[in-house]
């Protein structure tokens, strides 16, 4: 473990680092100019669609990361050790990615999509299952949009909460929560280094994380509401807060396995008795992690379906016709089931090679939930596999995802990968009696 320390570890994965920070951004403004170029064709309006659905999983890997690292504050295991410096990376990325959103809102709602091609949804079958705006982004900021009677009681009632100058203003307010949060974290961190390890700066840790992983809570509630779930106005889900927060900290907890493995692969021995439990550590969260997912998604169905609302039900028929069932499908065994029994084999988080590839499967399924949430909202009931405006998302997602690699990639390398003076640098991660045998024995 000796190698796997402080300087010496970034020293040697500095190359590595930034070969890749090349590569993300290379692919990032591949992606984007696709998209950008497909805009042209496809039209204006449908490229910010792509783009609200590509921004969703870098903004759920970056607010993930700020999460865990402040739930590693408030813990003590040694999983948060070693990825407090990728988590706090991600996170200061966040002033970036706020500009980033700012663009992409302002173009949502200023009625730039008047410049692109009309939508022909009004013309499906299934087009009453949710109105879509060809001038915004979010329906409800269409004052010209005409619903049916009972879908426009209820948009009409939300009006004071649905509003531009209301959304404009929570959004603001809560990029600047969470950078105020990112930066007394990262402060603290820089003053262990250079201070060294005290009380005083762990408890001080602690005091921003714990009201802060509320204020992330309840931030969340608004957010989703907001960027999400207003896409389809009438429709409203007491569990769907819950789906999009915890999903975060699902694809935080994969790309940080990525991360770790990326970081240490060919320069330690991830066969070692430290690394192996680490990555245990990290295979048995995701776990827990894809598990807990399935729960809360599954909850949500089932309410939805016993109450059978008005309000409600849309949102699921929008997502089993007209080619969504097949997505479906694909979401529930690529997202549970494969991930599950996979990760139920013991050797599979002791094996950095295997360990990666389900962490990347399930960050790709992330990006299947996310366009499974989002997309319908624009084409419910109806879904064209192969057409420029599929291939138009996927570049805006490959696009915004690589730029913001470039960009978490640069600030690893800014600071050692490893807390120099965090008080678990010499501990042992504790584990069953069968580990502490097996590795004794291995060593022996």
């Known amino acids: 473990m000796a190698a796997d320390s402080t300087h010496d570890l970034l020293e040697k994965a500095k190359p590595r680092i930034n070969k890749a920070a090349g ?18 064709v496809v039209g204006v309006g449908p490229f910010f669609r792509s783009l609200l659905i590509g921004y969703i999983l870098p903004f759920g890997l970056m607010m ?6 402040m739930i590693q504050w408030c813990t003590a295991g040694y999983w948060g050790y070693v990825a407090r410096r990728p988590l706090e990376a991600a996170t200061r990325t966040l002033p970036a990615m706020a500009l980033i959103f700012g663009l992409i809102a302002a173009g949502g709602l200023t009625g730039v999509f008047e410049i ?24 409800w900021a269409d004052h010209e949009l005409e619903y049916p009677h009972h879908e426009a009681l209820v948009v009409d009632a939300k009006r004071g909460y649905l509003n531009v100058p209301f959304f404009a203003a929570r959004s603001v307010v809560a990029f600047v929560i969470w950078i105020a949060l990112m930066l007394a974290l990262n402060r603290v961190a820089r003053r262990e280094d250079a201070e060294g390890s005290s009380q005083k700066l ?3 840790g602690m005091q921003f994380s714990g009201p802060g992983i509320v204020i992330y809570s309840i931030t969340m509630l608004f957010i989703s509401t907001d960027w999400s779930m207003s896409l389809q106005p009438a429709w409203y889900s007491s569990m769907y807060p819950v789906i999009f927060g915890f999903s975060q900290l699902l694809g935080a907890m994969c790309l940080n396995a990525v991360v770790f493995v990326f970081l240490r692969k060919d320069i330690v021995d991830l066969s070692s008795g430290r690394n192996k439990k680490v990555m245990r550590d990290l295979g048995s969260l995701i776990l827990g992690f894809v598990v807990f997912w399935t729960y809360i998604s599954f909850s949500q169905y089932l309410l ?13 028929i929008a997502r089993t016709n007209g080619g969504w069932q097949y997505l479906t499908a694909i979401l529930a065994f690529g997202h549970f089931v494969i991930p ?15 360990l990666v590839r389900v962490a990347v499967f399930i960050l790709a399924m992330r990006y299947v939930d996310i366009y499974w949430q989002f997309k319908p909202a624009f084409s419910p009931g109806r879904w064209n596999f192969a057409s420029l405006e599929t291939v138009m998302d996927l570049g805006a997602a490959v696009g915004l995802l690589g730029l913001w690699g470039f960009l978490f990639l640069k600030q690893l390398g800014k600071h050692d990968l490893l807390p120099a003076n965090d008080n678990r640098r010499e ?7 069968s580990d502490d045998v097996e590795i004794a024995a291995s060593h022996g």
């Open 23 to 40: 590569t993300a951004l290379v692919v990032g403004l591949a992606g984007l100019g696709t998209a950008a170029v497909l805009a042209a």
């Open 64 to 69: 993930g990361s700020l999460v865990l690292l």
């Open 116 to 139: 692109g091609h009309g939508d022909t949804h009004a013309e499906h079958p299934n087009a009453n299952l949710n109105e879509v705006s060809d001038h915004r982004l979010w329906p």
């Open 202 to 204: 762990r408890d001080l």
């Open 304 to 316: 939805i379906w016993s109450a059978n609302l008005k309000e409600e039900v849309p949102y699921y």
């Open 340 to 354: 599950f029994f996979v990760l139920l084999l013991r050797e599979v988080s002791r094996s950095g090679k295997w």
């Open 427 to 433: 501990t042992e991660p504790v584990h069953t009696v």
